[in-house]
């Protein structure tokens, strides 16, 4: 199964960003992929393909991480793109106690690593994907959208929790949660 380690942020923010991102330009466009809110989420760790007798090991992981780490307080502030072509991405960025974030992505990805488990080794950028347009964008229309959430600062909120999530990729992709785990509260 194809699993990744995320923090879902609350209602209120995801309500809050869903309204911006109505307004780009983006979400007018014909095939642009917009990204459901239901499924917004900031990724900490990617495995890809894990066979499920590893699954107890994964949850392991995830657990020992979450135990040591602390409640970041955070908010969906600013954005941008990253890609060219038909990989073009834009995102929402993620301010606030980033810190304390980038200590759970590299808590967990070190425990996955520990237990032998597959894990990204991209470099930790804590955002939020909200469309993929690819090439299906104008670059003016994308410029536009950076220049607009640049101005953008969502609610604050706590994330109290990490998240273990199934991708299911496809013409369609969806996500299923398979199980949480609380972080320590804010001292």
Known sequence: ???FAAIYPPAVAVADLTAR??????????????????D???????????????LP???HALASAARTARTPLLRLAGGGSFG???STVLWVDVRGDVEALDALAR????????AGLPCDD???RAHLTIARPGDRVPE????????????????????GEVMLTRSHPGRTPRHTRIAAWALAPAR
Not at 21 to 30: P, T
Not at 40 to 54: C, K, Q
Not at 140 to 159: E, F, K
Request: net charge positive.
């Open 107 to 114: 808590s967990i990805r070190g425990g996955l690593c520990e």
């Open 40 to 54: 917004l989420h900031l990724t900490l760790a990617f495995l890809g393909e894990v066979p499920d007798v590893r």
């Open 84 to 86: 060219q072509g038909r």
């Open 21 to 38: 991102v109505k307004g780009l330009r983006v979400a007018a466009a014909r095939h642009a992929r917009l990204a459901d809110p239901a």
């Open 1 to 3: 199964m194809r699993l």
């Open 57 to 59: 090991d994964v949850k």
């Open 122 to 124: 991209k470099p930790f």
């Open 140 to 159: 003016a229309d994308l410029h536009a959208d950076r220049d607009t959430l640049n101005g953008y600062a969502g609610p604050q909120w706590s994330a």
